[in-house]
């Protein structure tokens, strides 16, 4: 099933690849061509974390599982020192804070995710699509 999807998402990245090389300034075929990476990344990691697990290998398990918690942590941290060198070259302005807001909320979510686990409740659960709306919100404005 996930190597057919793959296939699927490869097929999108060309088209989407074609379609930015037509008009490459056209917002719906950049945003195209970089949520079909990113979906095609993450199947492919999908696929090789299920191949490792599969061989029962301890060290590489773990390294498995610890790659996406180190990412969005390098992310977290390279978005935060974005910031401070956009606001030194741009001033104290809002557009200079988004990366800001998008490490901000990368860190709500992260926490979400991996430090509460299954959300109890609704008033819980309420936050937590709110933390992921506004997630997603500032990282498409800041693609």
């Given at each position: 099933m996930l190597t057919s999807l793959?296939?699927?998402?490869?097929?999108?990245?060309?088209?989407?690849?074609?379609?930015?090389?037509?008009?490459?300034?056209?917002?719906?075929?950049?945003?195209?061509?970089?949520f079909s990476l990113l979906l095609t990344v993450?199947?492919?990691?999908?696929?090789?974390?299920?191949?490792?697990?599969?061989?029962?290998?301890?060290?590489?398990?773990?390294?498995?599982?610890?790659?996406?918690i180190a990412v969005i942590a390098f992310a977290i941290f390279w978005l935060a020192r974005n910031t401070n060198i956009i606001s030194h070259k741009e001033g104290k302005s809002f557009t200079a804070k988004l990366a800001l807001?998008?490490?901000?909320?990368?860190?709500?979510?992260?926490?979400?995710l991996f430090l509460i686990g299954e959300v109890h409740g609704r008033?819980?659960?309420?936050?937590?699509?709110?933390?992921?709306?506004?997630y997603n919100t500032f990282f498409l404005l800041f693609l």
């Open positions: 793959i296939y699927l998402l490869l097929a999108l990245v060309v088209v989407a690849v074609v379609a930015v090389a037509i008009d490459k300034r056209n917002f719906i075929f950049g945003s195209l061509l970089i993450m199947a492919l990691y999908l696929k090789l974390a299920g191949y490792v697990l599969d061989k029962q290998i301890p060290v590489m398990n773990i390294l498995v599982i610890l790659l996406p807001f998008l490490a901000v909320t990368m860190g709500i979510d992260f926490y979400l008033l819980l659960f309420f936050c937590y699509t709110l933390g992921l709306l506004v």
